[in-house]
């Protein structure tokens, strides 16, 4: 009963997730609209510098949001640094930075940088199971298991689908499929959907 009132809540908090990132997708549109407004004001006052600067840092801000969306849809390690990339050229590009303050701000964004090109992780892991989204692309996967995968479709969660189809297998969670060689597990889905696959030793 436990196990199946946590499901319903983390069930829940995913359409909540969904609904709130609706929320915030039809406040950009409106905001937008803004910016168009903005931009035939600036056209009027030859465009002058201050209300450029003005424009670009909301422009910036609609960005930022878009990426958030993509964050919380997502649910990836990469979407968190690619939202904290735009954030940080944001404030460089457009608020006035002193020459430490500048340089604090190129350094941030460098070790995003080399996170993202050596440290970086689909999902959290431990020694024996690495658990991922099924959004992540196949040659990210190819990377960080330096292992081939078939290329039956751009993502991991793709490919386990089309291998049920081709096996005649119903997509389930606890599943265990074969992708030449590497055996990856159904951790969750919803509606249908696969969620989170998780790569699994041969002796499990």
């Known amino acids: 009963m436990r196990v199946g ?12 997730e969904v609904f709130l990132s609706f929320l915030l997708l039809i406040g950009i549109v409106v905001a937008a609209g803004g910016l168009v407004v903005n931009l035939y004001g600036l056209a009027r006052n030859g465009g002058n510098t201050d209300s450029f600067q003005k ?11 878009l990426e958030l969306i993509k964050m919380i849809v997502q649910n990836t390690a990469g979407s968190a640094i690619e939202v904290l990339l735009f954030a940080l050229a944001r404030k460089l590009i457009v608020t ?15 070790g995003l940088f080399l996170i993202r090109k050596y440290l970086f992780v ?8 690495m658990v991922i989204s099924a959004g992540l692309s ?13 290329r039956l479709a751009s993502t991991l969660g793709g490919v386990v689908a089309q291998i049920a189809k081709d ?38």
């Open 5 to 16: 009132f946590r499901n319903h809540l983390l069930r829940w908090s995913i359409y909540m």
């Open 55 to 65: 424009f670009l840092g909301s422009m910036m801000a609609l960005i930022i949001a």
């Open 96 to 110: 006035e930075q002193d020459t430490l303050g500048f340089l604090i701000g190129i350094v941030a964004i460098a």
């Open 122 to 129: 689909a999902e959290f892991s431990n020694d024996r199971r």
């Open 138 to 150: 196949v040659a990210e996967a190819e990377k960080m298991i330096k292992k081939p995968l078939p």
């Open 167 to 204: 096996e005649n297998r119903q997509l389930q969670e606890g599943e265990v499929y074969d992708c030449q060689g590497v055996k990856l597990r159904i951790n969750r889905m919803e509606d249908g959907i696969i969620q989170v696959l998780e790569f699994i030793e041969d002796h499990e």
